[in-house]
């Protein structure tokens, strides 16, 4: 009797990770992300040429009140001076806090990584 071999979960993993990357994708999980999204089966995927966002279902922008929440509303400010949605930079604000207070550092990461700035151009806190 032929005797089971034992998965490779982690070849199995890279190879996700290195068919995603021939797509486009960063990652495996991206393009997961993407395709639960869209709906298009993984074979068929390209990644867009352009950045493409996927708003959370979590968070409503409806939900905000401002003075809650002092890095959010300088946050929202900033994306109003770099024309950002806000319904997008709001969700993009919680998704990284997680529903909660960001630290100093962990917002300014967020800030240079969602506006594309440097390190000398994010908001002092």
Do not use: C, H
Not at 51 to 68: A, C, E, L, M, V
């Amino acid at each position: 009797m032929a005797e089971k071999r034992a998965r490779n979960y982690s070849a199995e993993y890279q190879r996700r990770n290195q068919l995603a990357q021939q797509r486009g994708f960063k990652n495996y999980g991206q393009q997961r992300r993407y395709t639960e999204f869209t709906g298009i089966p993984a074979q068929y995927v390209q990644a867009p040429s352009e950045t493409f966002y996927i708003p959370s279902p979590r968070y409503n922008y409806d939900d905000y009140q401002k003075g809650q929440d002092r890095a959010l509303d300088a946050f929202l400010r900033k994306a109003k001076e770099k024309d950002m949605d806000p319904v997008e930079a709001y969700d993009r604000y919680m998704r990284r806090a997680n529903g909660q207070l960001l630290s100093r550092g962990r917002l300014k990461a967020l800030e240079m990584e969602v506006f594309d700035i440097g390190e000398d151009e994010t908001l002092w806190y």
